[in-house]
Nanobody
Framework: QVQLVESGGGLVQPGGSLRLSCAASGMIFSRYILDWYRQAPGKQRELVAVITNSGNTNYVDSVKGRFTISRDNAKNTVYLQMNSLKPEDTAVYYC?????????WGQGTQVTVSS
């Protein structure tokens, strides 16, 4: 059974940093493209960052230069390092794994940026 479990969310002041982790089990992790999405209250879920199984990355424009996605295939874990956080980054962050027609979601972790 595939599971994705996020951690690392919390409350942080503007300008601060957080690192989200997503630990996977029940899957051949290295085969999957991994994404981080976020959903703010009253808004649609949006794709924030992607890392392919070969390590290529891409980001939504609003987080470029501030967020970094990475993966550790030995630990079956994907990370999202978030720096220079802004109030508009406040959302529930979800990790997502996809390979072909198979896709899996984590349960989400809340990130709140507020003074």
């Amino acid at each position: 059974q595939v599971q994705l479990v996020e951690s690392g969310g919390g409350l942080v002041q503007p300008g601060g940093s957080l690192r989200l982790s997503c630990a996977a089990s029940g899957m051949i992790f290295s085969r999957y493209i991994l994404d981080w999405y976020r959903q703010a209250p009253g808004k649609q879920r949006e794709l924030v960052a992607v890392i392919t199984n070969s390590g290529n990355t891409n980001y939504v424009d609003s987080v470029k230069g501030r967020f970094t996605i990475s993966r550790d295939n030995a630990k079956n874990t994907v990370y999202l390092q978030m720096n220079s956080l802004k109030p508009e980054d406040t959302a529930v962050y979800y990790c997502h794994a996809v390979a072909g027609f198979q896709g899996y979601w984590g349960q989400g972790t809340q990130v709140t940026v507020s003074s």
